[in-house]
T-cell receptor, first 107, second 114 residues
């Protein structure tokens, strides 16, 4: 199946530092989605990437889809305490989610 | 937020008892999903539905059954709960389904099996 692996599992950063999480698949993905889950909350959709090499930005968040459509990344510039939570990638058919990266931001 | 209601939100039960979790949506979305979330495993798909009475298995379907008799309701049943089924269960809905639609998640149901 189109399982996706996600690293790192945990990341602690000082407020203002950058953060990146990576998602990798052994097979080519039709598309990839990213979700954010605040502590105690439910996952919330952030974005979907479809095209090879696609880059999308949402304020301080930058999402990339690899040229081979086998990997993706989420980069947050100058983290804030509001960025705290777990970030998940999911393959396009939503059958498989990555294990998530839990981000802690130290004020 | 999308109109998704999960019930119950919290349940404690004993091994061997049946449990049914309900997901109710007011969005009239065709696709509905049940996931479980466990530390270190992320979200894993249990079952999904692509229409009334149309359901299929996900990655971790053993020990679970589902039913969808109406567009708005998707039920997840544990016929005989086991401690390994202690988890947080999320229902999700999608308007367009696989490869196109974003998922909208409910608030989650925390199940503890003693």
């Amino acid at each position: 199946g189109q399982q996706v692996m996600q690293i790192p599992q945990y990341q602690h950063v000082q407020e203002g530092e950058d953060f990146t999480t990576y998602c990798n698949s052994s097979t080519t993905l039709s598309n990839i989605q990213w979700y954010k889950q605040r502590p105690g909350g439910h996952p919330v959709f952030l974005i979907q990437l479809v095209k090879s090499g696609e880059v999308k930005k949402q304020k301080r968040l930058t999402f990339q889809f690899g040229e081979a459509k086998k990997n993706s990344s989420l980069h947050i510039t100058a983290t804030q305490t509001t960025d705290v939570g777990t970030y998940f990638c999911a393959n396009g058919n939503q059958f498989y989610f990555g294990t998530g990266t839990s981000l802690t931001v130290i004020p | 937020d999308a109109g998704i209601t999960q019930s119950p939100r919290h349940k404690v039960t004993e091994t061997g008892t049946p449990v049914t979790l309900r997901c109710h949506q007011t969005e009239n979305h065709r696709y509905m999903y049940w996931y479980r979330q466990d530390p270190g495993h992320g979200l894993r798909l249990i079952h999904y539905s692509y229409g009334v009475k149309d359901t299929d298995k996900g990655e971790v379907s053993d020990g679970y059954s589902v039913s969808r008799s109406k567009t708005e309701d998707f039920l997840l049943t544990l016929e005989s709960a086991t401690s390994s089924q202690t988890s947080v269960y999320f229902c999700a809905i999608s308007e367009t389904g696989q490869n196109t639609g974003e998922l909208f998640f409910g608030e989650g149901s925390r199940l503890t099996v003693l």
